[in-house]
């Protein structure tokens, strides 16, 4: 068919396969065309996302499309996020309309037993209305007139405010340079208003790897050949050094096919390689035969390398650059220009890579008629590989490999060995016989390349550096400070997943000991968590455990699981294939208390789907803020699921952020995230709502003591003016100013002292207990705020004699008392002052003076006499010194306390914050230089750093001959001897 569409036209096939599902890796189908049935599977079936390359033109049919794609199977569902606080506000709003019902029954019955006692008599003088015809009735309505009146106990205007606190604290992370990519001109987005203080509360972390930790960007950084290390950059002094941009680079214009992007700095191997080093050219020709990579070269000298793997792709590119340069190949040759001079070398035979042989290798055939094996992979397999005479080689490499993987980069290994024809013609029988097997194919195909896979030569071994994004190890191990939890969620191999989290520092080397969880059944891998369970914590197996004596009880879920502290540093990892076992209803709790007591997490091989399911097992189970980064619509599903969802604008397209709750361009941004603008939010918040309730209690409840003087009678304290102005005018800016500016530290201290994030985990800052203590507070500054101003009018003149104990000057001297009282409440909450929090505050209160001769001025009260009832009290009592006295009294007896708690609650029930506070004052008197991290090295153990991002099956799809079409030039042709 082709290209030519009128047959296309033509064609009548009938697909039927299976309905929708969210499995990525399964596909059944069946093509039915001219009576006769072609099978589909998942090899023909190319996902929604992916990139066809190396292909001139192809034909497609869309089986699924929109939500029926397997990739949207696994985004899982949008779900609306409120923060912890929200619930927690929701229920607490219930507490206060459940204490106002009760307080109004109380004073109904107070007024009930008034009435019956002394109000009942008392008619002449205050006569019942003509509706009221009995002491029930009049409780009954008097029960309705309290509701309204002590209404502002229930905090109607505390969720506006609340949405103006988070609104701002969102314009923060917008406005925010240090979280601004200067390269793609991106700036952080807040795109939701609702989750800044939850950002102050996060447990644990799921991060994707590829383009999340990782650029995907793979450097060919340092090599091993024949015992001699390459890649090291020294000073003049002869010490290791750091590469920096102002590094002179290698000088590789003696070779025209160099890729310009190539970077070098250790010129000794450029010097080896033009001196004809033997053991350096084959190292490169090695590099540049043994792989699966595709070469394009549309225009004359410019080669582009379509590499199924981006590190066999820098391997490739680096042996180009030194000057073994891959051309091009067919299915059974390939061209390497060496040091100018062009050979084609004959493809015999590719041993495929597998993730259980863990190498790959190629048989070709010189110009000069030698049959040569190379071949690359895991140095635990290779060593196993050499022959014997070449052990002191291997223990020389073996150092270098440990340098290697100290400095967290992924390491191949790499020899050869010469064949002889007779040999490898009785060993090419064999392999043709296993490959046309019907039975156990696959190993019997094993056993043939292990039988020419031996006593190879050591050529040496290639270091690739994983390119992480900036900050990446700083940040992950800040967050461990913070006793942050990060479990890497990914869809890569495991090898490469375990080299980048020791890159990244979510593992290290003195960790006690890493789990490896790979059973393909519940009871093997049900028999594993325990195994791990069982040396991270013995005592966690027994009945007697305070977690099983719980969950014996069979609680009703939803239920939570309390943390438990292992005996050490652990580490685990779990692939997709066990975790789908481990997921299950009667392995989820080994998993996650497994899980949760291991310091990081590695969970690799995963679908979309797995990784929110994991996300979703945290948060059914453990009382934590959960918190997922990604960048690929992979991880869409992760995002959502989370409490909140991070999307990195990165090189794979913009689903993730589109779908988070906060988006920006590099992981190293998250720290500030959280240990800025979070803990910032989530202390501001929890300031703002302890101070919110407090002043309205203590606001509210003077109308109860009240009661007691005015026979129940539902008559108010203050002037109905101050009701109205109390919350909307006088006390909202100075709150509001607390909310926006308030940081008991500033930035640097925040990143520096990463431990002062842990009260938010826990969250410490308002909960129930702080609440009960907001109300006992106000009902304490209520009482003061009532019988302090009685007390000093009671029996009181003035110096003409007449009495100031009259209802209205009573009144302003309460308010007054309150207004002063609450203010000085929030200097005392205030530990960072900025000349907008102190215009908000004092500018409040004089504010509230100016409105008083305002509202109490002689002209507005005879304009508006039934409105504006205080004519003259402004002036009358604010010049009374026992108005001050009050003012002054109930302060001092309000603050008292306050004061005496904060002093003493350091001494007698002191808080890991509040050290970490007293050494930052320290360190703000006598400054000390930043701590410098030291890489420790440890030799007595040693630990593989082999990552290959590569997949099996390609080395049969080059030899096939359908994914190249290149033509060799005529001049370079060569006919081989056989």
């Given at each position: 068919?082709?290209d030519?569409?009128?047959?296309?036209?033509a064609?009548?096939?009938?697909?039927r396969?299976?309905?929708p599902?969210?499995k990525?890796?399964?596909?059944?189908?069946?093509l039915?065309?001219?009576?006769?049935?072609?099978?589909?599977?998942h090899?023909?079936?190319?996902l929604?996302?992916?990139?066809?390359?190396n292909?001139d033109?192809c034909?497609?049919?869309?089986?699924f499309?929109?939500?029926?794609t397997?990739?949207m199977?696994?985004?899982?569902k949008?779900?609306?996020?409120?923060t912890?606080?929200?619930?927690?506000m929701?229920v607490l709003?219930?507490?206060?309309?459940?204490?106002?019902?009760?307080?109004?029954f109380?004073?109904?019955?107070?007024?009930?037993i008034?009435e019956?006692?002394?109000?009942?008599?008392?008619q002449?003088?205050?006569?019942?209305?003509?509706?009221?015809?009995s002491?029930v009735?009049?409780?009954?309505?008097m029960?309705?007139?309290?509701f309204?009146?002590?209404?502002?106990?229930?905090?109607?205007?505390?969720?506006?405010?609340?949405?103006?606190?988070?609104l701002g604290?969102?314009?923060?992370?917008?406005?925010d340079?240090?979280m601004?990519?200067?390269?793609?001109n991106?700036?952080?987005?807040?795109?939701?208003?609702?989750?800044?203080?939850?950002?102050?509360?996060?447990k644990?972390?799921f991060?994707?790897?590829?383009?999340?930790?990782?650029?995907n960007?793979m450097?060919?950084?340092?090599c091993s050949i024949?015992?001699?290390?390459y890649g090291?950059?020294?000073d003049?002094?002869?010490?290791?050094?750091?590469?920096?941009k102002?590094?002179?680079?290698?000088d590789f214009?003696?070779?025209k096919?160099?890729?310009?992007?190539?970077?070098?700095?250790?010129?000794?191997?450029?010097?080896a390689?033009?001196?004809g080093?033997r053991?350096?050219?084959?190292?490169?020709?090695?590099?540049?035969?043994?792989?699966?990579?595709i070469?394009?070269?549309?225009?004359?000298?410019?080669?582009?390398?379509?590499?199924?793997s981006p590190?066999?792709?820098?391997l490739?590119?680096?042996?180009?650059?030194f000057?073994?340069v891959?051309?091009?190949?067919?299915?059974?040759?390939?061209?390497?220009?060496?040091?100018g001079?062009a050979?084609?070398?004959?493809?015999?035979a590719?041993?495929?890579f597998?993730?259980?042989?863990?190498r790959m290798s190629?048989?070709?055939?010189?110009p000069?008629?030698?049959?040569?094996?190379?071949?690359?992979g895991?140095?635990?397999?290779?060593?196993?590989l050499?022959?014997?005479?070449?052990?002191?080689?291997?223990?020389?490499?073996?150092?270098h490999?440990?340098?290697?993987?100290?400095?967290?980069?992924r390491?191949?290994?790499?020899a050869?060995?010469?064949?002889?024809s007779a040999?490898?013609?009785?060993?090419?029988?064999?392999h043709?016989?296993?490959?046309?097997?019907?039975e156990d194919?696959?190993?019997?195909?094993s056993?043939?390349?292990?039988?020419i896979?031996?006593d190879?030569?050591?050529?040496?071994?290639?270091?690739?550096?994983?390119?992480?994004?900036?900050?990446?190890?700083?940040t992950?191990l800040?967050?461990?400070?913070?006793k942050?939890?990060?479990?890497?969620?990914?869809?890569?191999?495991?090898?490469?997943?375990?080299?980048?989290?020791?890159?990244c520092?979510?593992?290290?080397?003195?960790?006690?000991?890493?789990f490896?969880?790979e059973?393909?059944?519940?009871?093997?891998?049900?028999?594993e968590l325990?195994?791990a369970r069982?040396?991270?914590?013995?005592?966690s197996l027994?009945?007697?455990?305070?977690?099983?004596?719980y969950l014996?009880t069979?609680p009703?879920?939803?239920?939570k699981?309390?943390?438990e502290?292992?005996?050490?540093?652990?580490?685990l990892?779990?692939?997709?294939?066990?975790?789908?076992?481990?997921?299950?209803?009667?392995?989820?709790l080994?998993?996650?208390r497994?899980a949760?007591?291991?310091?990081?997490?590695?969970?690799?091989?995963?679908?979309?789907?797995q990784?929110a399911?994991?996300?979703?097992l945290v948060?059914?189970y453990?009382?934590?803020?959960?918190?997922?980064?990604?960048?690929?619509?992979?991880?869409?599903?992760?995002?959502r699921?989370a409490?909140?969802?991070?999307?990195?604008?990165?090189?794979e397209?913009?689903?993730?952020?589109l779908?988070?709750d906060?988006a920006?361009?590099?992981?190293?941004?998250?720290?500030?995230l959280?240990?800025?603008?979070g803990?910032?939010?989530?202390?501001?918040m929890?300031?703002f709502?302890?101070y919110?309730?407090?002043?309205?209690?203590?606001?509210t409840?003077?109308?109860?003591?009240?009661?007691?003087?005015?026979?129940?009678?539902?008559?108010?304290?203050?002037d109905?003016?101050?009701?109205?102005?109390?919350?909307l005018?006088?006390?909202s800016?100075?709150?509001?100013?607390?909310?926006?500016?308030?940081?008991?530290?500033n930035?640097?201290?925040?990143?520096?002292?990463?431990?002062?994030?842990?009260?938010?985990?826990?969250?410490?800052?308002?909960?129930?207990?702080?609440?009960?203590?907001c109300l006992?507070?106000g009902i304490?500054?209520?009482f003061?705020?009532?019988?302090?101003?009685m007390?000093t009018?009671?029996?009181?003149?003035?110096?003409?004699?007449?009495?100031i104990?009259?209802?209205?000057?009573f009144?302003l001297i309460?308010?007054?008392?309150l207004?002063?009282?609450?203010?000085?409440?929030?200097?005392?909450e205030t530990t960072?002052w900025?000349?907008i929090?102190?215009?908000?505050t004092?500018?409040?209160?004089?504010?509230?003076?100016?409105?008083?001769?305002?509202?109490?001025?002689?002209?507005?009260c005879l304009?508006?006499?039934?409105?504006?009832?205080?004519?003259?009290v402004?002036?009358?009592?604010?010049n009374?010194p026992?108005?001050?006295?009050?003012?002054?009294?109930?302060?001092?007896l309000?603050?008292?306390?306050?004061?005496?708690?904060q002093?003493?609650?350091p001494?007698?029930?002191?808080?890991?914050?509040?050290?970490?506070?007293?050494?930052?004052?320290h360190?703000?008197?006598?400054?000390l230089?930043?701590?410098?991290r030291?890489k420790?090295k440890?030799?007595?153990?040693?630990?593989?750093?082999?990552?290959?991002?590569?997949k099996q099956?390609?080395?049969?799809l080059?030899?096939?001959?359908?994914?190249?079409?290149?033509?060799?030039?005529?001049?370079?042709?060569?006919?081989?001897?056989?």
């Amino acid at each position: 068919m082709e290209d030519n569409l009128k047959l296309l036209s033509a064609f009548d096939g009938e697909v039927r396969c299976e309905s929708p599902n969210n499995k990525l890796d399964r596909f059944t189908g069946i093509l039915m065309y001219k009576g006769k049935n072609y099978i589909l599977n998942h090899d023909r079936l190319i996902l929604r996302g992916c990139v066809i390359r190396n292909t001139d033109w192809c034909y497609g049919l869309v089986i699924f499309t929109g939500p029926d794609t397997k990739v949207m199977q696994n985004s899982g569902k949008s779900t609306f996020k409120r923060t912890h606080i929200d619930h927690l506000m929701n229920v607490l709003v219930l507490w206060i309309f459940l204490f106002l019902g009760c307080m109004c029954f109380l004073l109904a019955v107070g007024h009930y037993i008034w009435e019956n006692n002394k109000g009942y008599y008392f008619q002449d003088y205050l006569p019942w209305e003509d509706y009221v015809s009995s002491s029930v009735l009049s409780a009954t309505l008097m029960f309705w007139s309290y509701f309204i009146i002590l209404n502002t106990m229930v905090p109607i205007s505390l969720y506006v405010s609340v949405e103006i606190i988070r609104l701002g604290n969102s314009f923060y992370i917008n406005w925010d340079q240090k979280m601004f990519y200067e390269p793609k001109n991106t700036p952080a987005q807040a795109r939701t208003t609702t989750l800044n203080e939850e950002l102050g509360q996060v447990k644990y972390v799921f991060s994707d790897k590829t383009g999340t930790l990782t650029q995907n960007i793979m450097i060919f950084n340092k090599c091993s050949i024949n015992g001699t290390l390459y890649g090291d950059v020294c000073d003049k002094n002869g010490p290791r050094t750091e590469v920096s941009k102002k590094r002179e680079k290698v000088d590789f214009s003696y070779n025209k096919l160099a890729d310009p992007k190539f970077s070098f700095y250790d010129k000794t191997l450029v010097e080896a390689v033009k001196r004809g080093d033997r053991w350096v050219h084959l190292f490169f020709l090695s590099l540049s035969l043994c792989h699966t990579v595709i070469s394009e070269e549309k225009v004359e000298g410019e080669l582009v390398y379509q590499a199924q793997s981006p590190d066999e792709g820098a391997l490739v590119t680096a042996a180009r650059n030194f000057g073994f340069v891959f051309r091009s190949r067919t299915s059974e040759t390939i061209m390497v220009v060496e040091m100018g001079k062009a050979r084609i070398y004959q493809l015999l035979a590719i041993l495929d890579f597998s993730n259980v042989r863990k190498r790959m290798s190629v048989i070709v055939r010189t110009p000069e008629n030698r049959i040569l094996l190379f071949c690359k992979g895991a140095d635990t397999i290779i060593c196993e590989l050499l022959h014997p005479s070449y052990r002191s080689l291997k223990d020389i490499t073996m150092d270098h490999l440990d340098d290697f993987a100290s400095d967290g980069l992924r390491t191949l290994m790499v020899a050869y060995r010469e064949l002889d024809s007779a040999f490898f013609q009785d060993w090419s029988k064999k392999h043709s016989e296993a490959c046309l097997s019907l039975e156990d194919r696959e190993n019997k195909i094993s056993i043939v390349y292990e039988e020419i896979e031996r006593d190879l030569m050591l050529l040496g071994a290639t270091a690739i550096e994983d390119k992480l994004q900036d900050g990446v190890p700083e940040t992950i191990l800040t967050l461990n400070k913070a006793k942050i939890k990060i479990w890497v969620l990914t869809g890569d191999k495991q090898e490469t997943a375990v080299n980048i989290a020791y890159a990244c520092n979510i593992f290290e080397d003195e960790m006690d000991e890493i789990f490896i969880v790979e059973g393909n059944n519940d009871e093997t891998v049900g028999g594993e968590l325990r195994s791990a369970r069982e040396k991270m914590k013995p005592d966690s197996l027994l009945e007697s455990d305070p977690v099983n004596s719980y969950l014996a009880t069979k609680p009703q879920p939803p239920f939570k699981i309390p943390e438990e502290v292992p005996n050490g540093s652990y580490g685990l990892i779990i692939n997709g294939y066990s975790l789908a076992h481990a997921l299950e209803g009667n392995l989820e709790l080994e998993l996650l208390r497994t899980a949760c007591m291991c310091k990081g997490v590695i969970c690799c091989r995963m679908t979309p789907l797995q990784k929110a399911q994991v996300v979703e097992l945290v948060k059914k189970y453990k009382k934590a803020v959960t918190l997922a980064i990604g960048d690929g619509a992979n991880d869409v599903s992760m995002i959502r699921a989370a409490h909140i969802g991070v999307g990195i604008s990165g090189q794979e397209g913009m689903q993730a952020m589109l779908s988070s709750d906060y988006a920006f361009s590099q992981f190293r941004y998250l720290q500030r995230l959280l240990f800025v603008h979070g803990r910032w939010s989530y202390n501001r918040m929890c300031k703002f709502l302890s101070y919110f309730f407090y002043k309205n209690f203590s606001f509210t409840l003077v109308h109860v003591w009240y009661a007691f003087y005015s026979g129940f009678s539902a008559q108010t304290v203050y002037d109905t003016w101050f009701i109205t102005f109390y919350n909307l005018v006088y006390t909202s800016l100075p709150v509001l100013g607390l909310s926006l500016f308030d940081q008991d530290v500033n930035e640097t201290w925040s990143l520096r002292f990463p431990e002062l994030y842990e009260p938010g985990q826990h969250n410490l800052y308002f909960n129930k207990k702080e609440f009960v203590k907001c109300l006992l507070h106000g009902i304490y500054s209520s009482f003061v705020l009532f019988f302090i101003p009685m007390g000093t009018v009671y029996n009181s003149v003035r110096k003409d004699g007449k009495e100031i104990s009259d209802y209205q000057s009573f009144s302003l001297i309460v308010q007054t008392s309150l207004l002063c009282v609450v203010t000085m409440q929030i200097t005392l909450e205030t530990t960072y002052w900025t000349m907008i929090s102190h215009v908000f505050t004092w500018g409040s209160l004089g504010f509230y003076f100016c409105v008083l001769f305002f509202l109490y001025s002689d002209g507005l009260c005879l304009l508006f006499p039934d409105i504006f009832q205080f004519l003259g009290v402004a002036r009358n009592t604010l010049n009374l010194p026992q108005m001050w006295l009050s003012v002054i009294l109930s302060i001092i007896l309000c603050m008292l306390p306050v004061i005496g708690y904060q002093f003493l609650k350091p001494l007698f029930w002191p808080v890991s914050v509040d050290q970490i506070i007293d050494r930052i004052h320290h360190c703000m008197r006598h400054p000390l230089p930043y701590p410098t991290r030291t890489k420790l090295k440890h030799t007595a153990s040693r630990r593989s750093a082999y990552a290959f991002s590569h997949k099996q099956g390609f080395g049969a799809l080059i030899t096939s001959g359908k994914t190249v079409k290149a033509k060799l030039p005529k001049r370079n042709s060569f006919h081989f001897k056989r």
